[in-house]
């Protein structure tokens, strides 16, 4: 089918379709007054029941952990799908050194970029831990912090170039990490049904409101999250620079490479 | 006015699919898959707005305030980190596309050609 023919089936399917969509579009609840009733239960019971603040943390960790529990499988699916797939000839083995992009120039880094990168990824990397441990308290939880974590680790590279991202930010280390964290939700979700409570039932103490502990077993969820967005973004990150450097034989000690 | 953030997800919804049709390479198709998956923020989004609301978090204004509604917010953030993991996997296919094909224009590429 060539180009011309796609496009005005495009343009006949549009068409088509478009008095459906006006009809949904008059059709959906005004903006601004919605008719669902589901959060605005959740908003007003769960402050007391959960005693925490943050109701979006609220109704990812806890009243709809189990579907959480599916995004974070697909999060992992697609990590390692990716994997395999950049992998693929490579296999599992490292290279000892870091490779790097044929025919791309080495660019020496200003001091100034090295310094703010430096001094600016252990401030995220702090920031991340804020997010993650105040995800029931206030805006934000594991998918953000582990987001912001990853952020930190690319202004290693950034400021450090790939050879030394590469041994500062140890690749089995950053696999091990989102294990962990996807471990550690599958955990959460599974003890208690030891003890014949339903799934992601919080067995541990609630903690105060507005407290950092607070929420029960939202708290290690929360964590696990964060861990597991960390270690998979990380993972998807080195591999697709492995993929796209070769290695070298020769390799120039300490060098930049871009 | 009411019917703004509807048509905004429609219309995202629309130029994303436009541009998947009429892309000639892969990457492209993965921006503009992108797209699409924006116009669900819209649409997730301005369904649980309501006037005169506060965030559905409660720490500087007690429990019972009128504020908006979580779920859509709990949705659109999970959206947000699977989406980006999907791309990458996505991109990554993509990329194994160029290692065989040496090209990333879906014209080019022909159903069952046999590759070295």
New interface residues.
């Given amino acids: 089918m060539t180009?011309r023919w796609?496009?005005g089936?495009?343009i006949a399917a549009?068409l088509a379709l478009a008095p459906a969509?006006w009809a949904?579009?008059?059709a959906?609840?005004?903006?601004?007054?919605?008719t669902?009733a589901?959060?605005?239960v959740?908003?007003?019971l769960l402050?007391?029941l959960r005693t925490v603040?943050?109701?979006?943390a609220?109704?990812?960790f806890d009243v709809?952990g189990l579907?959480?529990l599916g995004?974070e499988s697909?999060?992992l699916c697609?990590?390692t799908?990716?994997v395999v797939?950049?992998r693929?000839s490579r296999g599992e083995d490292r290279a000892e050194h870091a490779g790097r992009v044929p025919g791309r120039a080495t660019i020496e880094r200003d001091d100034a970029s090295i310094v703010v990168c430096r001094i600016g990824a252990p401030i995220l990397l702090a920031f991340s831990a804020y997010v993650a441990l105040h995800g029931t308290?206030?805006?934000g939880?594991g998918?953000?912090a582990?987001?912001i974590a990853v952020s930190a680790l690319l202004l290693v590279y950034l400021g450090d170039g790939y050879a030394r991202w590469r041994s500062r930010v140890p690749h089995p280390l950053m696999a091990f990490i989102e294990g962990l964290g996807a471990l550690l939700f599958v955990l959460c979700a599974a003890l208690p049904l030891a003890w014949s409570v339903p799934a992601l039932t919080s067995l541990l103490p609630t903690g105060k409101w507005?407290d950092l502990y607070s929420g029960g077993l939202m708290v290690p969820v929360n964590i696990g999250v964060a861990l597991a967005?960390l270690g998979?973004?990380a993972v998807?990150v080195a591999e697709?620079m492995e993929?796209t450097r070769t290695p070298e034989s020769d390799p120039v000690p300490d060098e930049e490479d871009a | 006015m009411t019917l703004l953030p509807w048509l905004v997800t429609a219309w995202l919804f629309g130029i994303g699919i436009y541009g998947i049709v009429t892309s000639r390479d892969y990457v492209h198709i993965i921006g503009s898959l992108s797209v699409c998956q924006s116009s669900t923020y819209v649409l997730l989004l301005s369904i649980g707005f309501r006037w005169h609301s506060g965030p559905p978090i409660f720490y500087e204004h007690p429990p019972g305030t009128a504020s908006v509604d979580p779920v859509v917010h709990a949705l659109v953030l999970t959206d947000i980190v699977v989406g980006a993991a999907v791309t990458a996997l996505l991109l990554v296919i993509a990329l194994q596309v160029h290692k065989r094909c040496g090209t990333t224009d879906p014209q080019q590429l022909r159903p069952l050609r046999h590759t070295k």
């Fill in positions: 180009a796609r496009l089936l495009l549009m969509v949904v579009v008059t959906l609840p005004p903006f601004g007054s919605p669902a589901y959060g605005q959740v908003n007003r402050p007391h603040s943050n109701m979006v609220a109704v990812n709809r579907d959480t995004e697909m999060l697609a990590v799908g990716a797939l950049l693929g308290v206030t805006p939880g998918f953000q582990g987001a507005k967005v998979g973004f998807l697709f993929e």
